[in-house]
């Protein structure tokens, strides 16, 4: 059965710590997605990892790919409150879409003034 | 590029009764996608279709969930005879078949079965 599990599901933190959130996956892919929810909306692409040691970085935020481990990860850095939200990492089992995304449960993100 | 479009964003309806939401890709897009997601989980593949063609189905899709892409542009997804388990929201994505696939995703439809 293809899993994505993520970790930790619900997370509160304060404005200005550092955090990372886990996303195992349970067989081998080599492409793995994370998207931003905000509550009632669609979800937003964040990133696009797309190969083992994969890293990409957008303003506070940071993932990376271990394909070997089957691991991704999204560090936080400085959390602010405009980066509460729902994170949800997706794998794409099939290698090109062709099977559409297993997504994770997403965790649910609160940053506290 | 307006992006990925759906039609309507929220659709109340009461059980056993037949519903049709329409979805259009960004218009450059091969491909597109059904998900559906319910409060506190994450989407869940449906099927898609590349152009015209249907080529996936999961086996959350039921005999009464029926979708089609006519023309390999917008596509409708229909739930015959709704029940309270299909409440939830259906959303849309659409990706090319070259790059990263990447897929976005529209606004959705939220359904609610009374």
């Known amino acids: 059965e293809l899993k994505v599990e993520q970790n930790p599901l619900f997370l509160s933190m304060q404005e200005g710590k550092n955090y990372t959130i886990y996303c195992n996956y349970s067989t081998t892919s080599d492409r793995l997605y994370w998207y931003r929810q905000d509550p009632g909306k669609s979800l937003e692409s964040l990133f696009v990892l797309l190969s083992n040691g994969a890293v990409k970085q957008e303003g506070r935020l940071m993932a990376s790919l271990d394909t070997k481990a089957r691991l991704s990860t999204l560090h936080i850095t400085a959390a602010v409150h405009d980066l509460s939200a729902t994170y949800f990492c997706?794998?794409?089992?099939?290698?090109?879409?062709?099977?559409?995304?297993?997504f994770g449960k997403g965790t649910h993100l609160i940053i506290q003034p | 590029d307006t992006g990925v479009s759906q039609d309507p964003r929220h659709k109340i309806t009461k059980r056993g009764q037949n519903v049709t939401f329409r979805c259009d890709p960004i218009?450059?897009?091969?491909?597109l996608y059904w998900y559906r997601q319910t409060l506190g989980q994450g989407p869940e593949f449906l099927t898609y279709f590349q152009n015209e063609a249907q080529l996936e189905k999961s086996r959350l899709l039921s005999d009464r969930f029926s979708a089609e892409r006519p023309k390999g542009s917008f596509s409708t997804l229909e739930i015959q005879r709704t029940e309270q388990g299909d409440s939830a929201m259906y959303l849309c994505a659409s990706s090319s078949t070259t790059g990263f696939y990447e897929q976005y995703f529209g606004p959705g439809t939220r359904l609610t079965v009374t």
């Open positions: 218009s450059e897009h091969n491909r």
């Open positions: 997706a794998v794409d089992y099939s290698g090109g879409g062709a099977d559409g995304l297993t």
